[in-house]
């Protein structure tokens, strides 16, 4: 790890804290930022098992997904099963206590959640997935990935326009980096 500096301390757009050494080799390792909070850092660890519910309500967020839409969460999740089960972590969707929920907004509700009327999807550090409902198979699905990205502790954004963990959609299908950024 490299040394704290001024330079190094980011602040993200969430509020955690991140840690960026940001060398060569750590980038062509995908171990550029190391995420630093307080509160709750998910790495959920080896031989683990993460639940979804994939269609979360509450009293706020009462829309639920199409079924198009819940089909399509779970192919993004899945994108990252290889790479999940090489260190032990299985996935499975239920409304049975689940460890992620997820919830479907329209678009003014996203504005309210995320403060911004272009954010596709957002993660939270409680464990939940917010996913803007209308949109098409391919930004549902690569948005459903980055998402879950960060709930397996991938809290900082990819440096690199290539990394579906990058923070705008430009690519719609895992990297080796984002890969190499869990393992």
């Known amino acids: 790890m490299c040394p704290l500096t001024r330079r190094n301390l980011l602040i993200g757009g969430s509020g955690l804290f991140l840690f960026s050494c940001g060398d060569s080799e750590s980038y062509t390792a995908a171990k550029d930022c190391y995420p630093v909070t307080s509160r709750y850092i998910f790495h959920w660890g080896k031989n683990s098992s993460i639940v979804i519910d994939k269609n979360a309500t509450n009293a706020t967020y009462s ?8 089909s399509w969460f779970e192919t993004g999740v899945n994108a990252w099963a290889n790479t999940l089960n090489e260190i ?3 996935v499975s969707f239920s409304t049975s206590s689940p460890d992620v929920k997820v919830y479907w907004l329209n678009s003014t509700q996203m504005l309210a959640k995320a403060g911004s009327s272009y954010v596709l999807g957002q993660a939270t550090t409680e464990k939940e997935i917010y996913m803007l409902k209308g949109q098409d198979q391919t930004a549902t699905t690569a948005v459903a990935t980055h998402e879950f990205g960060h709930m397996l502790g991938i809290w900082s954004h990819s440096f690199d326009s290539n990394d579906l963990m990058y923070p705008y959609l430009n690519s719609t299908s895992l990297s080796n980096r984002d890969k190499r950024t869990l393992v």
């Open 63 to 70: 829309l639920g997904g199409s079924v198009n839409e819940l």
């Open 88 to 90: 032990g972590i299985s």
